[in-house]
Structures are given as C-alpha cells and as structure tokens.
C-alpha cells in the first residue's frame, strides 16, 4: 500500500545525508518530494547547426568528435579539458574544467549530443562545461529538464534522480481526489498523470495540461474552504440588529444630486441587510468620476 507519509531518507537515493538537505527545502516526507515542483523547464530536445549558435545561449548540438582529448594543466589545482566536435555546417570547441574521468570518455568519429552555454569568439565556437549524451542516449539531452529550487550541495542531477525513483515508488497509485464529471467536464488530467508530467513532461502541451489540473485543485480547495467558513460564519454569528424605524430615505433626500434605480436599488438592499441580526459584508463602490 502507498504510504505518502514515507520518511524521505528511505526513498532509493536519498540516505541520511542527503535527506538532511532536502529537510532543508521542507522536504521530510514521500509526499513533500513529489509536490517539490520545478521553478522552471530547459528544452533540450530541439538541435541548432554549429553554424546558428548565438553568442551567450544555451543550446543542443548533434555532433561528430574529431579530435582526441586535448589535457593541459594551467595552474597547480587547474586542468582544461579540450575536445573538437563538427556538424554538416562548423566546428565547435568543448571545453572542461577538472574533469579526468571525461578523458578517454569520447571516441574519434562517434556522434554525442551536447548542452551548454555557447561563446563565439572570433574565428571558433566553444562550449563550456555542458552536459552530454551518446549518439542513442537521452538521460540529459533530448527532452525537456526540469529545473528545481535547491539548496547547496545538492545538484540538479541528484534531485531529478531522487524525482524519478520518488514517481517509480508511487506507479501511478496515487488515490484521485477530484470527482470523474469534473476531470471530463474540463477536460483535466487525472492525478497521476498530471503529477508525472509536471515533473517531466514530454512536451510543453503535457507540461500546460498539469499545471492546469493541479491548480485547477488549488483554487477549488481554496474556494470551498473560504465557503466553508462563511457558512459557518452566516449560521453562528450574528451582527448589529439597527433600528427598523431609521428609515435612509431621510439620508436619501438631503442629498444634492438625484440616484439611479441601480443606487436605489442597493441602497434598499443594505437598508434591509442592516435591519437584519445576520453579519454583511459589502463594499459599495462608485463610478470613476462619481462625487
């Protein structure tokens, strides 16, 4: 049986240590970590040709490796790693920092996928320090990422990693909370579906259908709490019973100017209201220009 209530720690990847930090996000529980939404979504999964990188974007790029792994040690504690990869329309420099276990990871003539932030000097395009994938490998390119508020020591890679064995761990039995005539009448994910798409949406089109399923649920909570308690507000308390001889008409005809029906009417409204033991609540707002 799902137990939402699931100490973080014991979610595969978590451990004390790390649990510790996702504390810190106000992450304690199964639940927590699945309502941990991403602040924002990187599209990786549209390629642009060597030849259209901009200076300063963060792009994907499909390319060849022509080069072998350039290592040179700059400083004591400073070793750049330099590999040469080209498409059909240019060459581009991959650049790394500190980085030995990427040193025999590429090979001549094989195709890697690259993400990263673009920097056009004059005469080459480098990259630096992005992410990568094989030729029919997609862990951190292909598709859209997303992106989560986090706290130090804690990478995006290790919460997306967490996230992914958090959704196995559920398998699509969280329990729904909305009725069925509502999730058809408005055409809305069910909750299992909208929970996995949040998180990593196959497309912006999946990404938008949960959003709008989960906050749909939001502000449907929030209405029938505020209508719960003005229920119980209107059936408990009681308000100032005025004086039914106090008639506003006498207000009404001091007055230097004549009201419409709609004042009138409003007015009458109040009249009765304030007669009444029962609470009112009512703003009265005039027409811009109204004196």
């Known amino acids: 049986m799902l137990d ?52 300063g974007e963060e792009a994907l790029i499909e390319t ?82 997303p992106i989560y508020p986090l706290t130090y020591n804690l990478s995006q890679n290790v919460i997306r990693q967490i996230m992914e064995n958090a959704l196995k761990e ?7 909370t909305l009725p069925k005539y509502l999730l058809e009448e408005y055409k809305l994910y069910d909750i299992n579906k909208a929970i996995n798409e ?3 949406p196959k497309d912006f089109e999946g990404y938008n259908k949960a959003r709008k399923r989960l906050v749909f649920e939001e502000l449907l909570i929030m209405q ?13 308390a009681k308000g100032i019973e005025f004086n039914r001889d106090v008639k506003m008409q006498d207000a009404i005809e001091k007055l230097p100017f004549k009201l419409t029906k709609a004042q009138l009417r409003v007015l009458e409204e109040i009249d009765n209201d304030m007669e009444s033991n029962k609470p009112m609540n009512r703003l009265l707002q005039g027409d811009v220009g109204s004196r």
């Open 170 to 176: 559920i398998q699509n039995n969280l329990k729904e």
């Open 224 to 236: 029938l709490a505020l209508l719960n308690l003005k229920e119980k507000y209107s059936v408990n």
């Open 4 to 55: 939402l209530s699931k100490d973080v720690k014991f979610i595969k990847g978590v451990g004390p240590a790390r649990a510790k930090l996702l504390n810190t996000l106000d992450i304690f529980t199964l639940e927590d970590l699945i309502t941990y939404f991403p602040r924002t979504y990187e599209d990786r999964g549209k390629p642009k040709n060597i030849a259209e990188l901009e200076d």
């Open 198 to 200: 949040i998180h990593f």
């Open 64 to 145: 060849i490796c022509v080069s072998k792994m350039l290592e040179k040690r700059v400083k004591k504690n400073m070793v750049i790693y330099k590999l040469t990869v080209r498409d059909e329309t240019g060459i581009c420099n991959i650049t790394w920092f500190n980085q030995r276990y990427l040193k025999d990871k590429f090979k001549l003539g094989e195709t890697y996928k690259f993400f990263g932030k673009v920097q056009k000097r004059i005469g080459f395009i480098e990259m630096t320090s992005p992410v990568f994938d094989s030729e029919n490998t997609n862990k951190n390119t292909g598709k859209i990422i």
